[in-house]
């Protein structure tokens, strides 16, 4: 298992989600004749700069789409937006040598869907002291890290027939898992055995019974879906599930002996990045 991040959440079948994506979770829910459904969890990305502080008589003269300077906390007037002219901010003269300080407001755009890494801009400040000028460069950084969230629609067999319908013929059905991260993030997504298994095989329960099921990777059901054989794909946009979403291919085996009623288990899905 990668060491950086894990995502996990085990959910009930009889309740749905309401944690915060970020205490990072998910649900996976598995059910015959009942259909459960879990919510579906995105976070914003979010990054605020910290205050920066200039000396002297300054104005700038710089505007970028993705962080903006502004001169009030407000966040109402752009300093150097280059549009309406250059914003100053203005110092009165005081005789001797004196320490003067302007803060700068910076600000990101919530929700942008840019790639993890380290974000620098250099930003120009002309200091003017009416006989003569000078130019100060600072630089502006963020940092934007790898970040998943997950969400997952119920695999949902429907009626179960092993008298007739189904008593040579297996039940199939899909469910999918969605995972959203931030754009050039590799996930690998893995599935337990849920919570009704006996060795290597899943069940759902009712009551006291069980019905034997398996969900696989692939449309042909040769190849289970468990912590071994595992899906991963690399996000592209935070606004697009990997892969279009993974799909969980659902099957009961044919011709169980088992009592009426509704089964159900409930799969835990771990997403790593």
């Excluded at 901010?89 to 003067?100: A, C, E, K, R």
């Excluded at 179960?160 to 754009?183: E, F, I, K, L, M």
Aim: charged share 15%; with cysteine; glycine share 8%.
């Amino acid at each position: 298992m990668p060491s950086s991040n894990s995502v996990r959440k085990r959910v009930r079948h009889e309740k749905t989600s309401s944690s915060d994506f970020d205490s990072s979770v998910a649900a996976f829910s598995v059910c015959s004749q009942l259909l459960l459904a879990s919510r579906s969890h995105e976070h914003q990305l979010r990054e605020l700069l910290g205050l920066q502080h200039l000396t002297g008589d300054c104005n700038f003269d710089v505007h970028d789409p993705v962080h903006t300077l502004y001169r009030d906390a407000a966040n109402s007037i752009i300093w150097g937006d280059g549009t309406s002219g250059t914003q100053y901010l203005s110092f009165t003269p005081v005789p001797g040598s004196t320490q003067l300080s302007a803060t700068i407001y910076a600000t990101i755009p919530a929700g942008l869907d840019v790639a993890p890494g380290t974000y620098t801009d250099t930003i120009q400040a002309t200091l003017n002291w009416g006989t003569g000028s000078s130019n100060r460069f600072f630089t502006v950084t963020a940092t934007v890290g790898s970040e998943c969230t997950v969400s997952s629609s119920s695999v949902n067999f429907g009626a179960y027939d092993p008298v007739s319908a189904n008593a040579t013929t297996p039940r199939d059905s899909t469910g999918t898992v969605n995972v959203y991260c931030t754009p050039g993030t590799l996930a690998t997504v893995a599935l337990d055995l849920g919570t009704h298994a006996s060795g290597s095989t899943r069940r759902m329960l009712a009551g006291a019974d069980l019905l034997t099921y398996e969900i696989y990777r692939d449309s042909t059901r040769t190849v289970v879906w468990n912590t071994t054989n595992t899906n991963s794909g690399t996000s592209t946009s935070k606004n697009t599930p990997i892969n279009s979403g993974f799909i969980a291919y659902g099957r009961i085996p044919a011709g169980q002996d088992v009592t009426i009623g509704s089964y159900s288990d409930t799969v835990l899905v771990t997403v790593n990045y």
